[in-house]
């Protein structure tokens, strides 16, 4: 009986400490609560936030889960997810919030809970951690249900402006941007895919004036997070094995992976570790994962801190605005909502705002920091002008190409997957298919034909996967990424049941800017956000180039062992070019125009030189005192990663600073 599993293990741990936390003690001499008052104007969320709140999504590796013991939770529960959800009481003898903290970290995402961790360390600090979300469920900690939690309460559904000619093939043709709304932020819902960027991605932010951000700097920070169990690169100096998070291989491994790999080698790619700084070449996904389990910034850096008497975590507690005293333009604390009351609370020292690209200028902005006109023309008092929102770049992607094959059983069919069978493997041991990123595997840098950029810098990211849209049958990627019911009838529905996958690419250095804008004074309404995605006509061509390069990969042996074909089924709306023209390929990627959520630069970093930049290099917002941005909104250039990873190293990076500045 000795086969008790590491998921099992988890689960003992949290509700270990929650149970921890149940006791109620004294309110301690010297510590005064704040206190409440009634919400009269914008006390909740606007209804398609609430809508989800209701809402189970349904998954047939859900339904054989609920059959298990291990699982055996209340379906009849509105809140389909709140069976062993993660707790965050406030420490033993705490009633509530104080009036106030050294420091009030805002957002306890990827960047906010290592920040909030660090802040805390030693007891010198006391530090108010505000999260809009809640804890996360047992459910999002399962890697192969990630795409599943895009429908859910767990993530802010916000739809980017429509725009004219991309994602024309997604519901009412626009594109869905969900961020992630619990405590670990969007490390919680996504992919788990662990990458840094390039060396000279960072060597060229230094370059601009952001000193203290060469690679060399940042991978201190990226490593000091690090505990890697990778197989091949053991003893690696670019891998830490004494951080909290972990970094490892993924479990499950399809025959595709290698195909990918081999193909990737007969095209000249080298096999490298893309996470050290030459890292340009093909290579197995290193994931945010401890054995076959999601690890979000909060199991890694919050988990274990929660009895720090001086680290107070408020889940369901969304920030309304900065205070800011104007006359000497210092950030005095914040006001948040929670359960209809609002709370104002002061910070001694400083407030950092971790909400992530989309709130953190939103916060902005609704406290008077912003562009001038925009603020003005809502009645908001302006306390500073900066260019906040004006840069905004994303990672776009399609992923619709699909291969098939003339084999069963290789790729990821969700009816194969559901098995009872498969879910006590992977509660035992922590693998199986279970265990996949919902297919992801894989990664190669590549450099297309048409680039002009010199030596070793890619210009597209491909990602090999075992599962197509058509794997689920269309009931979780394809509705998690909203696409629209005639594109995936007509294209996808055919290849339901059969052997299929896809090979992404990500675009990873567009030239098309995007950038957002207030839509009114109601915090809770989402700003105007605007992608302005394959503008320039560059990106366009270097996707198309991606694609060709994709098509030789599958011309190889490795693949064609397999019979794989691609999926010659013209899209409804681009009858009108050949299939395989250029003309046809634009039009795809103007249909499904993916995003993959690595949204930044919103409150870009630059040196006082720089009219874009809205916080200077110690991340401090350019003309008031005591406040800084601390995420992936910071990053000023686009780089080749996905930006959990990079999220997590800012976090680190921010802490020492504001260590830095207050001796501690
Ligand atoms: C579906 C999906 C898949 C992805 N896959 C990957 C992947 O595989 N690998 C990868 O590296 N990256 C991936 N990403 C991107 C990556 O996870 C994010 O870029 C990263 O987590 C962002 O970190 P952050 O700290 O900037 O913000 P977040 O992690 O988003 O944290 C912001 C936090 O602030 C909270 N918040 C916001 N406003 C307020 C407010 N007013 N009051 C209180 N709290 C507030 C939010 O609820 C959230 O918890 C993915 C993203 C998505 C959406
Ligand atoms: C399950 O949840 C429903 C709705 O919350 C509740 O009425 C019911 O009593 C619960 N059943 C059990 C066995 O806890
Ligand atoms: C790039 O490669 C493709 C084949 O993948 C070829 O058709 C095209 O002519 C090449 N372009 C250049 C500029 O070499
Ligand atoms: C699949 O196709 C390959 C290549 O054409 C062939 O060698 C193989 O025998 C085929 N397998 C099956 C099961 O048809």
Redesign the pocket.
């Known amino acids: 009986m000795r086969a008790v599993s590491s998921f099992l293990h988890y689960l003992l741990f949290i509700s270990a400490v929650a149970m921890n936390f149940v006791g109620t003690g004294g309110r301690r001499p010297h510590d005064h609560y704040a206190k409440p008052q009634v919400c009269k104007q914008f006390c909740s969320e606007n209804k398609i936030v609430q809508k989800r709140e209701n809402y189970t999504p349904k998954s047939r590796i859900v339904d054989v889960m609920l059959q298990t013991p291990m699982f055996a939770f209340n379906r009849s529960d509105s809140d389909g997810f709140s069976a062993f959800r993660d707790q965050y009481d406030l420490p033993k003898g705490f009633k509530g919030p104080l009036t106030e903290y050294d420091f009030i970290v805002v957002g306890a995402g990827s960047a906010g809970s290592v920040l909030a961790a660090r802040l805390s360390e030693g007891g010198k600090a006391s530090v108010l951690l505000l999260e809009a979300g809640l804890g996360e469920s047992m459910l999002t900690s399962v890697p192969t249900l990630a795409p599943l939690f895009q429908m859910t309460s767990s993530v802010w559904p916000y739809l980017m402006e429509h725009q004219p000619n991309v994602c024309m093939g997604m519901e009412n043709e626009r594109c869905f941007w969900p961020r992630g709304r619990a405590v670990g932020g969007t490390s919680v819902v996504n992919y788990m895919i662990y990458t840094r960027g390039m060396k000279e991605d960072w060597d060229r932010i230094a370059a601009k004036g952001n000193y203290g951000w060469s690679y060399e700097d940042v991978l201190k920070y990226y490593m000091k997070s690090e505990r890697a169990h990778l197989r091949e690169f053991k003893n690696s100096p670019w891998h830490s094995k004494d951080g909290e998070l972990t970094v490892e291989d993924i479990p499950f491994r399809s025959k595709l992976s290698k195909a990918f790999l081999d193909a990737g080698k007969l095209l000249g790619n080298r096999r490298v570790d893309y996470n050290s700084p030459d890292g340009f070449g093909f290579s197995y996904i290193q994931a945010t994962m401890s054995r076959g389990i999601r690890m979000s910034s909060a199991k890694a850096f919050l988990h274990n801190n929660k009895k720090r008497k001086n680290l107070h975590i408020l889940p369901n507690s969304r920030v309304t605005k900065i205070l800011i005293d104007p006359a000497t333009k210092t950030a005095t604390g914040v006001q948040f909502r929670t359960n209809g009351q609002i709370y104002e609370i002061r910070a001694k020292k400083e407030v950092i705002l971790s909400a992530g690209p989309i709130e953190s200028p939103h916060l902005l902005m609704l406290s008077g920091i912003g562009p001038r006109k925009d603020l003005e023309s809502f009645g908001i008092e302006v306390v500073q002008d900066l260019p906040v929102g004006e840069t905004l770049y994303d990672h776009i992607s399609y992923t619709g190409l699909a291969f098939v094959m ?2 069963t059983r290789l790729t990821l069919l969700e009816s194969n997957v559901a098995s009872l069978g498969n879910v006590l493997q992977y509660t035992q041991f922590g693998d199986g298919p279970l265990s996949s990123l919902a297919g992801v595997e894989t990664l190669g840098y590549i450099k297309t034909n048409i680039s002009e950029e010199i030596g070793d810098f890619p210009d597209i990211e491909l990602i090999g996967t075992c599962a197509s849209l058509a794997s689920d049958d269309g009931k979780v990627v394809a509705k998690g990424v909203r696409l629209a019911d005639w594109l995936y009838n007509d294209v996808y529905k055919p290849l339901e049941g059969i052997d299929s996958f896809t090979i992404l690419l990500m675009l990873l250095h567009p030239k098309s800017k995007g950038y957002m804008k207030l839509r009114s004074i109601n915090p809770f309404d989402q700003p105007k956000l605007y992608g302005n995605y394959l503008t320039h006509q560059k990106d366009v061509s270097t996707m198309i180039a991606g694609i060709r390069y994709i098509l030789q990969m599958i011309d190889t042996p490795p693949f ?4 794989t074909k691609l999926h010659k089924k013209k899209f409804p709306n681009c009858k009108m070019f050949e299939f395989g023209s250029d003309g046809y390929w634009e039009c795809a990627i103007r249909t499904i125009t993916a995003t993959l959520h690595h949204q930044i630069s919103t409150c870009k970093m630059g040196p006082p030189s720089d009219p874009s930049a809205v916080v200077d290099p110690e991340l401090r917002v350019y003309g008031i005192r005591n406040l800084r941005v601390a995420d992936t909104s910071i990053i000023p250039n686009t780089i080749a990663a996905h930006t959990n990873a990079p999220g997590i190293m800012i976090g680190e990076k921010g802490a020492d600073m504001v260590k830095q500045t207050w001796g501690l």
Request: aromatic letters at 16%; charged letters at 15%; zero cysteines.
């Open positions: 003339n084999t064609q062992k397999f019979g």
